[in-house]
């Protein structure tokens, strides 16, 4: 993998926290899984499948308020909304505490709307479609595996800490304006302005392609 090991998740969170947790049941008609989630402040773990009868858990806790999930389906493909309930609750310093585990069955796609957050997701175990993140001030960490033949990452975001694993052996193309240079990007060659390629994009199967468009001040 490049980039090393995604760090340990302190779990310790305060005894006098409220928490929530929320689920939905696995049914395997479900192919396809959009997950929507306005994050507002706090902390976003995701490093853990879930339970094989559970589609999706989630543990919340945290002195910000609760969250709502709706989900629809339509045949094969289901969309999960996940909103806090207080969505005025912005950049404060203390908050909610997520973890998330799904389950590993479906591609999953991901659209996150985060406000002073953290999010830190291992993904190496899920098939990824696509992955959107529009962000604030907030520190993004995302490990994703080889499961998926494509895989389309599009982040937007303020003043963030931005690091994304990948596969050595997917092929990558990393497209964005922050003005950086090929060496906070292991692994890719600069090809163009603003456009950088791994060595195997035209010759990998699986293939991730990245949209940056952030004012950052780590960016790898």
């Known amino acids: 993998e490049r980039h090393g090991r995604m760090d340990d998740y302190d779990d310790k969170w305060s005894d006098n926290s409220a928490e929530q947790d929320l689920f939905q049941t696995y049914d395997s008609t479900i192919q396809r899984v959009e997950l929507?989630?306005?994050?507002?402040?706090?902390?976003?773990?995701?490093n853990e499948t879930a339970p094989a009868d559970k589609l999706l858990t989630f543990t919340k806790k945290g002195n910000i308020g609760n969250y709502s999930m709706t989900s629809d389906d339509d045949?094969?493909?289901r969309k999960i909304?996940?909103?806090?309930?207080?969505?005025?609750?912005?950049?404060k310093n203390n908050g909610n505490r997520v973890k998330l585990s799904l389950n590993t069955k479906p591609i999953w796609d991901f659209d996150f709307s985060i406000g002073a957050a953290s999010i830190k997701f291992d993904l190496s175990d899920y098939?990824?479609?696509?992955?959107?993140?529009?962000?604030?001030?907030?520190?993004?960490?995302i490990k994703l595996g080889d499961l998926s033949e494509k895989t389309n990452v599009d982040i937007s975001a303020g003043a963030s800490?931005?690091?994304?694993?990948?596969?050595?052996?997917?092929?990558?193309?990393?497209?964005?304006?922050?003005?950086?240079?090929?060496?906070?990007?292991?692994?890719?060659?600069?090809?163009?302005?603003?456009?950088?390629?791994?060595?195997?994009f035209d010759t990998a199967s699986n293939k991730i392609f990245i949209s940056i468009d952030a004012g950052v001040s780590s960016l790898s």
Do not use: C, Q, W
């Open 36 to 46: 929507s989630l306005d994050a507002a402040a706090g902390d976003f773990r995701l």
């Open 81 to 91: 909304n996940l909103t806090i309930n207080d969505s005025h609750v912005r950049f």
């Open 127 to 141: 098939k990824v479609g696509k992955m959107n993140i529009d962000g604030g001030a907030s520190s993004i960490d």
């Open 161 to 200: 800490s931005i690091n994304l694993n990948i596969p050595e052996g997917s092929g990558a193309e990393l497209r964005t304006e922050t003005v950086l240079s090929s060496r906070n990007f292991e692994g890719f060659k600069k090809v163009g302005s603003g456009l950088f390629r791994t060595d195997n």
């Open 75 to 77: 045949s094969t493909y």
